[in-house]
């Protein structure tokens, strides 16, 4: 029988609007899904089939509301240009290291637009859209690196902070090409690749404090969404930026919150900046902006525990940031080896606290764990062969 995906999804749809019948609770878990069933790195990360698959099986293990595919997203446009993908055994892929692959004018007036089905791992990554979309019947998210953290994976951070000091018209020209030869076309495809999609989110793990300053985040991360947005707006297709983090480590961080929602359209918090700075200040601007707020867990928090801190942690951000709804709890890339126990509890605690409406007094609710079937045997009752699938290496 196939998972009902569609429940959760308007549960997660009227979150963005409303008040839903509960907090829904999702995100991207990918390095914990490779690891649960075993698949080496490079297969995981380079077979469509596996990558949707794995996925797919552990956010019906865990009840999730969203299949939120995601993983090795940030890499994919830097390697279509030259940038070779480490594949290493116990993380995620990585970038190898290397000098600027734009280091004159010259090279950048040569910027060719890569092809989308045959450079690097934009097919896979268009193949996993299409095989998401056959599996769970609606189109799946489109990822995509945003300009920033493109520009620093193909010339480097420390080119990139130079050139922002020394040289911002070559930066300037390094990022427009980028952003009209390299990430428009390539958004582009993807929101034609069948099931099409309207809407595409860009990846930005360096616009994150204190890595950049305030100058460095005004001067080349907004410009460059506004220029991706605009150009998608005619179309029809919301393409919007999912800033980093560390808001927490500025001096006032309300006005980069208020700018991280005009970029996203919404506003997202995660640890331990949410832990740092409160629940309450991201409802209170999310709230003065009407747009809707996920909170992601603390990664760390929920591979070592213990259950009862994890319990505390979503009881707190619900009682504080939830009661008027709009509000999602996201689990974001835990570690491979976090135990299955844990996201267990946070699920079970988003649907005891999170059920709207919410409860005057949560504390006086007792947490009781469930009960909650081996990874193993629900992997085998999916047809899952852990370690080994027909077809595939062990």
């Known amino acids: 029988m196939a998972h009902d995906w569609l429940t959760g999804r308007r549960r997660v749809a009227e979150a963005t609007e409303g008040t839903p019948d ?9 390095e914990h899904a490779r690891y649960l069933t075993a698949v080496p790195t490079e297969s995981f990360y380079t077979s469509p089939e596996l990558f949707v698959e794995a996925q797919l099986l552990l956010f019906e293990y865990y009840g999730l509301d969203l299949p939120y595919l995601g993983g090795d997203v940030h890499n994919i446009e830097a390697e279509a240009l ?107 495809c993807g929101l034609h690749q069948p099931p099409q999609s309207w809407a595409a989110i860009g990846h930005d793990p360096w616009a994150t404090f204190p890595i950049i300053s305030e100058r460095l985040y005004r001067d080349f991360v907004w410009p460059y969404a506004d220029m991706l947005h605009d150009s998608f707006a005619g179309e029809g297709c919301q393409v919007v930026l999912a800033s980093g983090w560390g808001e927490a480590r500025v001096e006032n961080p309300i006005p980069i919150l208020e700018e991280r929602i005009r970029l996203r359209g919404a506003l997202r918090g995660l640890d331990p900046d949410v832990q ?29 525990g213990p259950i009862e801190a994890i319990v505390a942690r979503v009881k707190h951000y619900i009682d504080r940031a939830g009661r008027n709804g709009r509000l999602s709890l996201i689990i974001n890339h835990v570690p491979g080896d976090t135990p299955t126990a844990h996201l267990h509890a946070a699920v079970a605690a988003t649907r005891l606290y999170g059920s709207y409406p919410i409860a005057d007094n949560l504390d006086a609710i007792p947490f009781v764990m469930p009960a909650y079937e081996p990874f193993a045997d629900f992997a085998r009752r999916r047809g899952w062969a852990l370690g080994q699938r027909e077809g595939f290496p062990p």
């Open 22 to 30: 509960c907090v829904p609770i999702y995100g991207p878990m990918p």
């Open 82 to 188: 030259g940038r070779r993908v480490i594949y290493r055994p116990r993380s995620a892929p990585l970038l190898e290291p290397g000098p600027p692959l734009l280091q004159s004018r010259t090279d950048v007036e040569r910027l060719q637009t890569p092809d989308p089905h045959a450079a690097g791992r934009m097919p896979f990554a268009l193949e996993v859209y299409r095989l998401a979309g056959e599996r769970t019947g609606f189109p799946a998210d489109r990822w995509f690196c945003a300009p920033f953290s493109l520009v620093c994976a193909v010339q480097g951070f420390p080119r990139v902070a130079h050139d922002a000091l020394h040289d911002p018209a070559f930066l300037h020209g390094v990022m427009s090409a980028l952003v009209e030869r390299v990430l428009a076309p390539w958004i582009r």
């Open 276 to 304: 740092r700075l409160g629940p309450d200040l991201y409802a209170e601007v999310a709230a003065r902006h009407g747009v809707a707020l996920g909170l992601a867990l603390d990664a760390r928090l929920l591979r070592d």
